[in-house]
């Protein structure tokens, strides 16, 4: 029978050694956390179900086939997740692409962190982006800079990819800012509607930006039409 090992010391030890290291992998550190073994499922059944686990399977960390405020904490009991901004793909059949920033405590720790939970289907690239000690409110407060400054670095970056993205309403988003770095993949997407529509396809372009627990709808990017002039003589 599988059984888990999870030491706390060590996750917190590997997640600081391991910040801003793109070769890093959450799933990874946990294994390394867990005596170089997967974490498998020992909770209840029916959240297990709910979470779509059996006895003994592998948990997974990659945030297009689990919810990471609901799977930290199975790992350990103290362990307190939140997210900070998710972007989704459009749910069209293709590949499933999220990235998810997540803030990352334990009762336990001093320490905490910013992660980010990237993935292009069953592909990830999850590691910590910061790291802080004590953290204070000026910290929690330029959480949007530092996850709109990381974004740039992530796989959907500039691509078709970014359809539907919910903002924490706990935090003050820069929201024509953000419109500036999700400009690219507008173009990108815009592109791509384009040429779906000459191949007689229907492709929506644009990107949606909802915010807090009722995903109310703030801003909708999306092509601006050109106004059209008419010239008259004099």
């Given amino acids: 029978m599988k059984k888990n090992n999870f030491n706390l010391d060590i996750f917190f030890k590997e997640l600081s050694n391991s910040v801003s290291s793109d070769n890093a992998d959450i799933d990874d550190i946990i294994i390394k956390a867990n005596g170089n073994k997967d974490f498998v499922w020992k909770g209840d059944k029916k959240l297990g179900e709910k979470l779509g686990y059996k006895e003994n399977e592998v948990l997974w960390f990659n945030p297009n086939y689990s919810s990471p405020e609901l799977i930290f904490p199975i790992l350990d009991k103290s362990l307190r997740c939140t997210s900070i901004f998710s972007l989704y793909n459009e749910d069209n059949g293709g590949k499933h692409i999220c990235v998810q920033y997540v803030y990352l405590s334990s009762i336990k720790k001093d320490n905490s962190f910013l992660i980010k939970l990237e993935g292009v289907d069953a592909n990830t690239g999850s590691y910590p982006i910061k790291m802080f000690n004590?953290?204070?409110?000026?910290?929690?407060?330029?959480?949007?800079?530092?996850?709109?400054?990381?974004?740039?670095?992530?796989?959907?970056?500039?691509?078709?990819?970014?359809?539907?993205?919910?903002?924490?309403?706990?935090?003050?988003?820069?929201?024509n800012?953000?419109?500036e770095v999700l400009d690219k993949s507008l173009k990108e997407r815009i592109k791509h509607a384009k040429e779906s529509k000459e191949l007689g396809l229907d492709s929506d372009h644009s990107i949606i930006i909802k915010m807090g627990k009722k995903s109310t709808t703030v801003k909708i990017l999306k092509w601006k039409k050109p106004p059209k002039f008419s010239f008259r003589g004099f």
């Avoid at 500039?158 to 935090?171: E, K, R, V």
């Fill in 134 to 175: 004590k953290i204070k409110k000026k910290e929690f407060d330029d959480f949007p800079n530092l996850i709109l400054e990381n974004y740039k670095t992530a796989m959907s970056y500039g691509t078709i990819a970014p359809h539907t993205i919910f903002l924490n309403d706990n935090y003050k988003w820069d929201l």
């Fill in 177 to 179: 800012y953000l419109s």
